[in-house]
């Protein structure tokens, strides 16, 4: 995966399959239709991919994604951040050789 950072947007170079299911997911996870989730929404969705964050590093996250600096992603911004924090979780599963949720140096 690619497109790290918070505010930039490297959709052209993104798998369209994974976009897509991304879209669904966001869409599905905006429970009030408004076309943005909040942090709340956020943390539901992260949850259902096994992501478990405090709510300092929730917000941390919104913030980083933020755009518009509303408090809110819009789905654009939701793809921006999912593919970053996917990208977080590949690297430390493959980190954590022996599945012990433990990285060892």
């Known amino acids: ?3 790290g950072g ?3 947007d490297s959709s052209s170079s993104r798998d369209p399959s994974i976009v ?3 879209r ?3 869409t599905e ?3 009030d239709g408004s076309g943005s989730i909040n942090i709340k929404e956020m943390g539901n969705i992260l949850a259902q991919v096994d992501i478990h964050l405090d709510d300092f590093n929730k917000k941390m996250l919104l913030k980083k994604f933020d755009r518009v ?3 809110k992603l819009d789905c654009e911004e939701f793809i921006n951040m999912m593919y970053y924090v996917l990208e977080i979780k590949q690297a430390f599963e493959l ?3 022996d599945n ?3 990285v060892s140096t």
């Open 1 to 3: 995966m690619s497109g």
């Open 6 to 8: 918070g505010r930039s």
């Open 20 to 22: 897509s299911k991304l």
């Open 24 to 26: 669904s997911i966001f």
């Open 29 to 31: 996870g905006d429970h």
């Open 69 to 71: 600096e509303n408090g």
């Open 95 to 97: 980190a954590d050789k």
């Open 100 to 102: 012990s949720s433990l």
